[in-house]
């Protein structure tokens, strides 16, 4: 029980990401405030897990707008008295982003990965840092991906989003850490459990000559143990990160590519 009183919102909690971090955090005994922009999803991962007796509410919250973002967390002050974690796992579609060559791309498909991405992990992590600093306590955690750091063909402004996020999460910290709270970011390698991952590749099918099968034993061949993670392995060890285990940890964003990317 990592999570034992520890209370914990998660953004984006009906997605793929969302919804394993939540059962995670809920096996580790968490209370659990679950949002997304539209309820329904989110809401049949929290009875899931309120029916295997954990502890979980669901609400809608767009990360995107302040005023929601604020008003729910406030609604968390009042019932728990704290917010412990914030884990902001929200995508937007892969097909409105990718598989346009950077030559041809227009300026609002290459800002509306920034635009949401870089924005939506600022709002969250600010409007609960606020709370959090006034408690002396607290973990900020999200989600990148590889782009952060390698170059990748046809992915537009999703790389140049993914190291935003991440310098953010190294910014966050050094100014946030002095006041006792932890930002951590993970990065995982494409797992392909997740409709996400196949919807990536979509946009990118035809200019890499690939079948959706040939891309994932290519992917894996990456990998140091030519295989792609789990969602479940993802979320232990995001469970491990937002515990008081990982107290020592701040400032970074964990390389989870099993090998596929060094540090
Ligand atoms: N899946 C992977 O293997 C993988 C690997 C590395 C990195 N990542 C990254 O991790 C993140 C999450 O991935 P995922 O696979 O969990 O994606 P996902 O299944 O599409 O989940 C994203 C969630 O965010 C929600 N959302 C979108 N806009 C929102 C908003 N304004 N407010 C609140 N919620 C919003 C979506 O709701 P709707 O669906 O209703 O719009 C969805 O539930 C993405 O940044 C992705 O690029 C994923």
């Given amino acids: 029980m990592l999570l034992k009183n520890k209370v914990a919102v998660i953004y984006g909690a009906g997605g793929s990401i969302g919804g394993a971090v939540a059962r995670a955090f809920a096996r580790d005994g968490a209370t659990l405030f679950l949002t997304g922009h539209v309820r329904a999803p989110v809401e049949a991962i929290a009875k899931d897990i309120v029916s295997a007796g954990g502890s979980a509410e669901a609400a809608e919250v767009d990360a995107l707008v302040e005023r929601s973002i604020d008003g729910h967390l406030q609604s968390v002050m009042d ?6 974690i914030s884990f902001n796992s929200v995508g937007i579609p892969d097909a409105e982003i990718l598989g346009v060559p950077l030559l041809d791309l227009g300026l609002e498909q290459f800002s509306q990965p920034l635009s949401t991405y870089a924005a939506s992990y600022f709002l969250t992590a600010r409007l609960a840092a606020r709370r959090m600093v006034a408690n002396k306590s607290g973990v900020i955690m999200t989600v990148t991906a590889l782009h952060s750091r390698t170059g990748i063909p046809l992915v537009g402004g999703y790389g140049p989003a993914m190291a935003a996020k991440e310098a953010l999460t190294r910014d966050l910290s050094a100014e946030l850490a002095p006041h006792g709270v932890r930002v951590v970011g993970l990065r995982p390698q494409a797992m392909p459990e997740s409709d996400t991952i196949k919807q990536a590749f979509e946009p990118r099918a035809k200019a890499s000559g690939m079948t959706w099968e040939q891309w994932q034993t290519l992917l894996a061949s990456r990998t140091h143990p030519r295989r ?12 491990f990160i937002a515990s008081d285990r990982a107290t020592g940890m701040t400032g970074t964003t964990v390389n989870l590519t099993m090998g596929s990317l060094d540090d």
Avoid: S, Y
């Fill in 79 to 84: 019932k728990a008295g704290r917010v412990d």
């Fill in 228 to 239: 792609l993670m789990t969602l479940e392995e993802m979320a232990n060890v995001a469970a």
